[in-house]
């Protein structure tokens, strides 16, 4: 058989998964050593956002399909593990003619293909790797699902917070337009100011109406995830859920492995690999044993008769002497399919690490731009209140110091929303790429 085998000058399928890691990650977070969350999602201490989620995992379509495909992946693998199986196939007849004779048989028959080789058996392993691959898949589609839940249920609050904002900015440009319409009744100057008052009004009127339309577009992409009909009519609360202390210090880089995408993979290319192997066995001799039995005879009685019964056994080998290379082909096809998942593993591999590396350090960034931003924000609204008293005392009768002032406050305002709204995504983002909590155990 060695010699058989080397003479179809195949190589093995290869399964080195091997990726060099390091210990940490180096933009990993400078916080304290800690106790680890063992829930991302609890992590956040928010019930709108955890029932949100839920709603979403229990009724989005494209999940109960992935459930479905994992069904249909467990039938495959019983499917293969049926035919190492003995077959058997059992009838009966019977008859009678015009001259009132009858005749009756009773037929049984059996066959077997003993795995010498492990081909059956190959399949059958490569089909229990598809199993586990859909088992990761589903596993991951429920997590994608439940990052994109969050994500648009933060979406959702932000989106309602940046239409308050810009109510905010309407009321305040058309409280500034009364009072120097008033001035101008008064005095009879300013009629420029009116103009540039009057302007901001109409701007602060239009992108009042655009935020709102971003808030039903938000609600639209959550009612879709949750199964709901895109209405946008769904309500979050006012304020964004807290976010979780900084991530922990020292999470392994080993922790990635757990990620579904890449546990899938790595199940795809066992499961090339027995494929591969088998597709080499197919080349060898295949063994079949058969047996047949059975009972014929005018009365039902007979078929129960020993005298009556017949009974054969028969071996079969079968060996492809020539079929034009596709048996082959086939194995080297197989080789081939298995060395593309191989480096496709490898390639998935270092995207995760590039998608961990960039949360983390995207996590540290953020937090520091959010200390800087709610000084910004803190100051410009200081000079607001400065300029508009300013203005309203004729200590600067310049409009366009107020204007300017007001400008400076409410996109410093708008920009704190979408900051922390960032950090949150970026958080979720980061759960995502690292397959689930902090903890070095799978959910």
Not at 344 to 373: C, G, H, M, N, P
């Amino acid at each position: 058989m060695f010699l058989f085998w080397s003479s179809c000058g195949l190589q093995s399928p290869t399964a080195d998964l091997s990726i060099r890691t390091p210990g940490s990650w180096a933009a990993a977070s400078s916080g304290n050593e800690g106790r680890i969350s063992t829930g991302w999602l609890s992590s956040f201490s928010d019930p709108g956002l955890t029932r949100s989620v839920n709603e979403a995992l229990a009724h989005n379509r494209s999940l109960k399909a992935a459930a479905a495909r994992l069904r249909e992946a467990k039938e495959q693998t019983i499917i293969a593990r049926a035919r190492q199986l003995p077959q058997v196939d059992a009838g009966a007849s019977g008859r009678a003619t015009d001259s009132g004779s009858e005749s009756y048989g009773l037929n049984l028959a059996a066959s077997w293909e003993p795995d010498l080789w492990g081909r059956l058996r190959d399949l059958t392993a490569a089909a229990a790797a598809d199993e586990r691959a859909a088992i990761e898949d589903f596993r991951g589609a429920r997590l994608s699902l439940a990052a994109n839940a969050a994500k648009a249920y933060v979406n959702l609050i932000s989106a309602g917070q940046q239409v308050a904002d810009a109510q905010f900015t309407l009321d305040s440009f058309e409280k500034n337009l009364r009072i120097i319409e008033r001035n101008y009744k008064a005095t009879g100057e300013g009629s420029l100011d009116i103009q540039f008052a009057r302007t901001n009004v109409s701007s602060a009127q239009r992108s009042l109406e655009a935020r709102k339309l971003d808030r039903e577009d938000a609600a639209r992409t959550l009612e879709v995830l949750q199964g709901k009909y895109p209405g946008g009519l769904s309500q979050a609360k006012r304020a964004l859920p807290n976010l979780p202390g900084s991530v922990p210090a020292g999470i392994p880089a080993g922790l990635i492995e757990r990620r579904p995408d890449l546990a899938a993979a790595r199940a795809a290319i066992f499961a090339s690999a027995k494929r591969a192997d088998a597709a080499r066995k197919s080349l060898l001799p295949d063994f079949s044993l058969t047996g047949a039995g059975g009972a014929a005879g005018a009365r039902l009685s007979d078929l129960l008769n020993a005298d009556f019964l017949a009974s054969s056994i028969s071996s079969r080998v079968d060996q492809v002497l020539s079929d034009g290379g596709a048996l082959k082909a086939d194995a080297r096809a197989a080789l081939a399919r298995n060395d593309r998942l191989v480096n496709e593993y490898a390639q998935l591999a270092l995207e995760a690490f590039s998608e961990v590396e960039a949360t983390l350090a995207a996590d540290r960034s953020l937090a520091i731009q959010e200390k800087f931003l709610n000084d910004e924000v803190k100051q410009a609204e200081l000079a607001e209140k400065q300029a508009n008293r300013d203005y309203a005392e004729g200590v600067n009768p310049n409009i366009l110091s107020v204007l300017e002032a007001q400008r400076r406050a409410n996109n410093a305002r708008s920009a704190i929303i979408r900051l922390r709204n960032q950090r949150l995504q970026n958080r979720f983002d980061l759960h995502l790429a690292l397959g689930g909590d902090f903890a070095t155990q799978p959910e």
